[in-house]
């Protein structure tokens, strides 16, 4: 090759397109990781979103004019760390994870519901997976890299056919050869290896690659010889390198770009840089540089079958910023409108070329390729038979779901957020025959404001999280459990005492005493020996000494703590029940009656127990999978679960085994939590829609067949939220284990169902949240809910309070009589032989305070204003009254009597100074006359400014009332003259251009209401005025 020849990309330019053909409006996660972040197929986008554990999937190519929707999928439970598509299957997604797991997902089309379960799972490993690819040729073979260890997976069998040998440190880059035959990687220990992986899994060839160990990549250029790789030299500049791999001792050619406080994927730069690749010199040459408008958080290439080859379009970048996704097009200008196959040379199929057993036998067939040109369009296609395609769902009947438009994204309610009405706004989506009535819209704080001015709200909505003083925290907690299943809530506590499990083997519960808060001692915590791993524990709400504690050995172990607390390992319970044949999913005392206990399991079953005589008495059956959770009803005669298989469930333990009611429950699998609300009349599920969308659904409890009365769709994470409910304020707590937020909303038996309240966030997440007794909320600070937060390394108390203005008064609107839940009804014996009872209940009322409803009524004292603020707030009007009364004064008194009246005869030495009399009284005359005048036209101002005054009264008042003034309203609806006609012809159209479902928001459409309220009460009080004006007055 002429080393002067000319490259073909030399005029190649960057295109950056218009704000419209943006995906923007997204929320991108920016954790560091060694990948870009964002993925593409040719129908699909997937990137990190920033709810740790979900990703963004939004089409390819938008639909016409309609904005591309994002949908979020939760597919781990901590950090996405990488991703890549199959290069056969635009719909097979594979994600790694921090986590440790490789999971596969089968994404549907962008107008179905997303999966909600993974269709494979690679791993565990012992760290957290970094970087993964699928083979080039072969479908079913993907190579990961995890901590120093890089495998190559048969994913159809689920197993590694091969560990290439140990890096010596972390592995940051694993690639495939474009044949598919090699694989190299990159480690933090500044090596640069080559595989041979069906040769042997130690190093065909190593050498340093870059002076700096931190992170760098690699990618294989169009030829199985040369690679190129990316990192920083020792003065921390951006350093890339072309390798030969037939001379791997040096590099072919090397460039140096700049420093840069990011990685070498240049994320957090602004600049974009393309370089063409020439081995044949060998030479890296620059080709163009691209300013972006955003910060670079992670960059893809599209496949080339979607590029617009007759337009030149030689390469497509999307471009991952902090709130956007922009495309970025590459282009050779050209004259001709034709196919020009110099720049486009024939691109490798879909179709894969052999399958594992083939390939790892030898086989290095490669795929077929197939050219770019139109004509030869459409291309084969191919499905993957690692994750079969999902059924479509029946042509049955479903409530409304309102899919979310790139531009109005939020994670808290995007994708299947209910639809919305400004007429209800806190009113959730419903489903059957309530769904036109009842729904409403979604959680987003953009909409708060909007839900107290036009629906009902809650007075609770102004409640206060507060983390209390340090000195009550326990801190130095060490070697907590934070894998406890989705079932268990992670740890539990009663008003004297914590139970937290620890990750030591043998199933060890550490015990702390909520009396004796500080610091805890460095040496090991004497601890409960429970013997299996925990997937269960709570203690007996009518003993506080007694926990009964499940495990994966299938058996219920019941622990009694010593008075003065857990001194010393105890390693012999004092009661173990068996009976269950496979591990303990979830344990609940009954609410009224000692020594009973129910139980569920992996082997479908519930039984309950008699404690006192440590045997099980009742065993419910009718489950076809697993229970997610169940719940006493607060009289203690029915029983309800929730199962994975989509179905709740309500007992009558002593009528019946089987299930007395059954109705559709959450769609998806992934987990759910049951509670009764509402005095038992209802019951609360909480878990994920098909969609993994967070949601929370209302039952109520004599028609459960009939689903739902409401159901309120809250974010997207992958935790199943863990309900807490306070029977005497009807108050729910909902966080997950791992999140940061908790919500905490109303709960009615009738629309609007749903009321929300302030929400508590705190800087880092919590391991657990657990509700304790009524008893200990200091009621004199108005707190009504007292909680306990544990995190990685601390448990502290949260309190909820509620702002008022006379704490002296007890404010028994808020605690109304508690009952006493920490004393038993009934024995065992008596429950089980049909008796019932109803708890006693305790005032809350501290004996030195009144009860607020009996205060009495405060007349707040009105000061007068100083004559200096009186003067200042003198209107217009006064000030003009007050300077012609002056002028009046001055001009003189009209009744004072005039000279001429005492004139009698005068000689004409005395005619001057009579004249000169005359003249004066003259001017008196004029004066008085003037001065009559002026009065006449003040008494006629003044009522016509007391008729104007009446109309201005009732228009001030009706600003106060609605919050906006006259001129105001008229700026916002347009209106420069006020006609019935032209109100009513503008409103209409700014409402409907602000339609969310248009690009619009519920904040404009709630001020374009406002202003038409507001401008109706203007016009009705002109009619009004009118009238009065046409009225004779007597």
């Known amino acids: 090759m002429n080393r002067f020849k000319v490259s073909k990309f030399r005029h190649m330019e960057a295109r950056l397109p218009r704000r419209e053909a943006w995906i923007s409006d997204i929320r991108a996660g920016t954790a560091p990781s060694f990948r870009n972040h964002i993925k593409s197929s040719r129908s699909l986008i997937a990137f990190n979103s920033d709810c740790p554990g979900v990703l963004g999937i939004v089409p390819l190519q938008g639909q016409g004019e309609d904005k591309r929707c994002v949908a979020h999928l939760g597919c781990h439970s901590d950090l996405v760390t990488d991703l890549d598509f199959s290069p056969f299957d635009d719909f097979l997604l594979a994600t790694g994870s921090a986590d440790r797991t490789v999971k596969l997902w089968r994404l549907p089309a962008p107008s179905q519901p997303l999966p909600s379960a993974p269709g494979v799972v690679l791993g565990p490993e012992e760290l957290p997976v970094e970087v993964l690819q699928f083979h080039p040729t072969s479908d079913g073979i993907l190579v990961s890299a995890s901590g120093t260890t890089a495998k190559v997976w048969d994913v159809a069998k689920q197993q590694p056919l091969t560990e290439l040998a140990a890096h010596g440190d972390l592995v940051q880059s694993a690639i495939w050869s474009r044949d598919g035959t090699l694989v190299g990687t990159a480690c933090k220990d500044k090596q640069l290896r080559i595989f041979d992986p069906r040769a042997k899994p130690q190093t065909s060839q190593s050498t340093e690659a870059h002076k700096n160990g931190r992170d760098s990549r690699l990618a294989w250029t169009g030829t199985q010889e040369h690679l190129v790789s990316t990192g920083f030299n020792q003065m921390r500049e951006q350093e890339v390198k072309l390798w030969d791999t037939r001379l791997f001792s040096s590099a072919l050619a090397s460039l140096t770009l700049d420093t840069s406080p990011g990685s070498d994927s240049f994320q957090g730069e602004r600049q974009l840089y393309c370089y063409e690749v020439v081995p044949q010199q060998p030479a890296l040459s620059p080709v163009t540089q691209c300013v972006l408008e955003s910060v670079l958080r992670g960059a893809a290439l599209v496949p080339r079958q979607v590029l617009a080859v ?455 997440p919590h391991k657990g949240f657990a509700l304790l007794p009524k008893t200990e909320c200091d009621v004199r600070e108005v707190e009504f809910m007292r909680c306990l937060r544990l995190r990685q390394s601390s448990l502290e108390p949260v309190a909820f309070r509620l702002p008022r203005v006379r704490k002296e008064f007890f404010q028994d609107d808020v605690f109304p009589d508690t009952a006493v839940c920490w004393e038993p009804v009934l024995s065992a014996e008596a429950w089980l032989q049909g008796a019932t009872g109803q708890p006693r209940l305790l005032s809350l009322q501290p004996p030195d305070m009144s009860p607020v409803s009996q205060a009495p009524r405060e007349t707040p004292a009105r000061r007068a204003p100083s004559s200096a603020q009186y003067l200042e707030e003198k209107s217009d009007q006064q000030k003009k009254e007050e300077l012609l009364n002056a002028m009046v004064a001055k001009l003189g008194n009209r009744d004072d009597p005039l000279p001429q009246d005492s004139f009698e005869g005068v000689d004409e030495d005395e005619w001057a100074k009579y004249l000169a009399q005359i003249i004066v009284m003259g001017v008196q005359v004029v004066g008085r006359a003037f001065a009559r005048a002026l009065r006449q036209e003040f008494a006629a101002s003044r009522a016509a400014a007391d008729a104007r005054g009446r109309a201005g009264h009732r228009s001030a008042a009706a600003s106060n009332l609605s919050g906006l003034s006259l001129q105001e309203a008229q700026q916002i609806l347009n209106v420069s003259k006020l006609s ?55």
């Open 310 to 764: 007759m337009s030149c379009e030689v390469l497509r970048v999307l471009q991952l910023s902090d709130t956007a996704i922009v495309p970025i097009s590459y282009h050779v200008p050209r004259k001709a409108v034709e196919f020009h196959e110099d720049l486009f040379p024939d691109t490798a199929s879909c179709v894969p070329a052999s399958d594992p057993h083939s390939w790892w036998a030898g086989d290095n067939q490669q795929v077929q390729k197939v050219s770019l040109n139109p004509a030869c369009r459409p291309y084969p296609s191919f499905t993957s038979r690692l994750v079969p395609p999902m059924e479509p769902l029946p042509n049955t009947a479903q409530p409304a779901v309102m899919k979310t438009p790139v531009g109005d994204a939020d994670p808290s309610e995007d994708f299947s957020s209910p639809p919305s009405s400004l007429t209800s706004p806190s009113t959730p989506s419903s489903l059957g025959p309530s769904l036109s009535s009842t729904s409403g819209i979604g959680t987003s704080p953009s909409l708060r404001s909007l839900q107290s001015l036009l629906g009902p709200c809650s007075k609770f909505r102004h409640a206060q999280g507060t983390v209390l003083h340090r000195d009550s925290h326990i801190t130095n907690l060490k070697g907590l459990n934070l894998t406890t299943p989705g079932e268990c809530d992670g740890f539990c506590a009663n008003k004297l005492r914590v139970a937290v499990p620890l990750l030591s083997s043998g199933g060890q519960v550490a015990v702390l005493e909520l009396q004796k808060p500080g610091r805890l001692p460095d040496t090991a915590l004497p601890t409960l020996q429970n013997g299996a791993a925990v997937t269960d524990l709570t203690w007996d709400p009518f003993d506080p000494r007694r926990l009964a504690v499940g495990g994966e050995d299938a058996r219920i172990r019941l622990w009694r703590v010593p008075p003065e607390g857990l001194k010393e390992v105890l390693t012999t319970p004092e009661a173990v029940l068996t009976g269950h044949m496979e591990k303990i999913c979830s344990l609940r005392f009954h609410p009224l009656a000692a020594d009973v206990l129910a139980s569920s399991s992996y082997d479908l079953t519930v039984r309950i127990w008699d404690l006192q005589a440590g045997v099980e008495r009742l065993k419910l059956q009718g489950h076809r999978d697993q229970i997610f959770s169940l719940a006493w009803s607060p009289d203690g005669q029915q029983l309800a679960t929730v199962c994975r298989d989509g179905r709740v469930r309500v007992y009558r333990p002593l009528s019946s085994p089987e299930p007395l009611q059954e109705g559709p429950g959450p769609k998806g699998g992934r987990g759910a939590r049951i509670v009764w609300v509402c005095g038992g009349r209802c019951l609360l599920v909480s878990g994920f829609d098909s969609r993994s969308e967070r949601q929370m659904l209302l039952y109520e409890a004599e028609t459960l067949a009939g689903g739902p009365l409401a159901v309120l769709g809250l974010d997207v994470a992958p935790s199943t939220l863990l309900p807490s409910y306070d029977s005497d304020t009807g108050l729910v707590l909902l966080t997950g284990k791992g999140d940061t937020r908790v919500f905490l909303y109303e709960l009615l038996p009738e629309s609007p169902f749903f009321l929300e309240c302030n929400s508590f966030t705190s800087a880092d």
């Open 980 to 1034: 019935p006609e032209e109100v009513q012809k503008n409103y209409e159209h700014l409402f409907k251009v602000n339609d969310k479902s248009v690009g619009g928001s519920f904040y404009l459409q709630s001020k374009v209401v406002r202003a038409k309220e507001r401008l109706d009460e203007e016009l009705r009080i002109q009619a009004q005025e009118d009238r009065e004006g046409r009225t004779p007055h007597t």
